[in-house]
């Protein structure tokens, strides 16, 4: 990619900024309820849960109970919370400095996909890899669905922020780790990287340092 164009690029955060597994989610939450990976999902999946918390249309203290209530938990509301935040992985410090690094520049952006729980969780786990406590002190801008009320792939999300922020689609670069997200950012213009193991952004980040 001719990355010469290039003023802004905006990040994913899972799967992108920090490494993800959603599985560990679910099976955290099947060995809560004591039933199957398979149950669990499909409980989550008919609620349509993760959809409606990283709206913005349940409150925390909303999704833990809708949650308890539905597996039929007895836990705390600490342990749900770590159940749910068990996706989360590695945030490497190597990739929080590269990305400063990226922020010399060009103007750098989070659009993520997400629920204040678990931006809790990963700015928790920024501090202990960096000794940065909030992923607002590393990015330009941080756009979270649960605070705009939209989520990827909607067209209107992409729309939003190229409006908010006062970008140019055809000088933005969006990385994401979801396909069909990518498809939506190219539909209003925006140039993607669709990022994937075994490749990570590092890999890509350092492509477009080197052409600076």
Not at 11 to 32: E, K, M, P, Y
Not at 125 to 153: M, Q
Not at 158 to 171: N, R
């Amino acid at each position: 990619m001719n990355y010469s164009t290039i003023k802004n690029i905006i990040f994913d955060l899972g799967g992108v900024v920090i490494d993800i597994d959603f599985n560990l989610t679910f099976s955290a939450f099947a060995r809560l309820a004591n039933q199957s990976i398979e149950e669990t999902k499909k409980v989550m999946s008919d609620l349509n849960i993760w959809d409606r918390y990283e709206r913005g249309s349940l409150t925390d203290q909303n999704f833990i109970n809708i949650i308890r209530e539905s597996l039929q938990l007895t836990q705390t509301d600490e342990e749900i919370i770590i159940a749910w935040n068990a996706l989360l992985l590695e945030l490497p410090k190597k990739r929080i400095d590269l990305i400063k690094q990226i922020n010399t520049k060009f103007n750098t952006y989070v659009l993520s996909n997400t629920s204040n729980i678990h931006i809790e969780g990963v700015n928790k786990i920024l501090e202990k890899s960096t000794g940065e406590n909030d992923l607002k002190n590393i990015f330009g801008k941080i756009y979270y669905s649960y605070e705009i009320n939209r989520r990827k792939p909607d067209l209107d999300i992409y729309e939003f922020v190229l409006k908010d922020a006062g970008l140019k689609p055809e000088e933005t670069l969006f990385l994401d780790d979801n396909l069909d997200n990518i498809g939506a950012a190219k539909k209003v213009g925006i140039q993607t990287i669709h990022v994937h193991p075994p490749i990570c952004i590092t890999h890509y980040l350092k492509g477009i340092m080197e052409e600076q």
